[in-house]
């Protein structure tokens, strides 16, 4: 019973194509995220969003357009593919809690991964 | 510029005995560290986690210890079993700061040997 579900798990495409990676969570979640795990191994967060909101953008190309449906999906559309988009991209989701005006959250739980080559 | 860093990327134990993986971080601003663990092909999995209020956490074989002096934390794995092998990932973030903003170190690749 799969928590954090990413399709598809490899996606192979030419330069300049456009493609998407879909994203799915069934825990109840209210905040979903997108990282990219690039060659050298860092773990970058890409987007966060909160019950359908945009949380966090760091400084992602516009090339990157996130969106999610309803709070259970997040999904990432990538336009005019380039070489360096290469990588895998792990979908994250967590639930947020509200304490006196400030935010904490739990854990994050992790998708399985998307490895994108672009040729 | 990396605020989290583990600088061993591999570590290799033998079975039964005492694994040490070590982060550094240089945002005093951090106050919430998590461990995550990997296997190839898979999604990080989130391991065990410690607030800046506390100084060590401990969930079975697992114990994490955060020296905010030194801004150093460690993972300690007693004993070592061979499933434990895979990558260790040090995470950090802010409380009140963008939500779920977690920054991760490289990892360290965690071998134990029967």
């Known amino acids: 019973d799969t928590a954090v579900s990413q399709t598809p798990k490899y996606l192979v495409t030419q330069m300049g194509n456009d493609k998407s990676i879909k994203c799915e969570q069934n825990?109840?979640?209210?905040?979903m995220y997108w990282y990219k795990q690039d060659s050298k191994k860092f773990l970058k967060i890409m987007f966060s969003?909160?019950?359908?909101?945009?949380?966090i953008n760091e400084t992602v190309p516009n090339r990157f357009s996130p969106k999610s449906p309803d709070k259970a999906h997040l999904n990432l559309h990538i336009n005019s593919l380039e070489l360096g988009d290469s990588a895998v991209y792990f979908c994250?989701?967590?639930?947020?809690?509200?304490?006196?005006?400030?935010?904490?959250?739990?854990?994050?739980?992790f998708g399985p991964g998307t490895r994108l080559t672009v040729l | 510029d990396q605020q989290v860093k583990q600088n061993s990327p591999s570590l290799s134990v033998q079975e039964g005995r005492i694994s040490i993986l070590n982060c550094d971080y240089t945002?005093?601003?951090?106050?919430?560290f998590l461990w995550y663990k990997k296997y190839p092909a898979e999604g990080p999995t989130f391991l065990i986690s410690?607030?800046?209020?506390?100084d060590k956490n401990e969930d079975g074989r697992f114990t994490v210890f955060l020296n905010k002096s030194a801004k150093h934390l460690s993972l300690h794995i007693v004993p070592s079993q061979p499933g434990d092998s895979a990558v260790y990932f040090c995470?950090?973030?802010?409380?009140?700061?963008?939500?779920?903003?977690?920054?991760f170190g490289k990892g360290t690749k965690l071998s134990v040997k029967p």
């Open positions: 410690i607030s800046s209020i506390k």
């Open positions: 825990l109840g979640h209210d905040t």
């Open positions: 994250a989701s967590s639930q947020v809690m509200l304490a006196g005006g400030t935010s904490s959250y739990n854990e994050q739980f």
């Open positions: 969003y909160n019950n359908k909101e945009l949380i």
């Open positions: 995470a950090a973030s802010k409380y009140g700061g963008s939500q779920g903003n977690l920054i």
């Open positions: 945002n005093s601003m951090f106050d919430y």
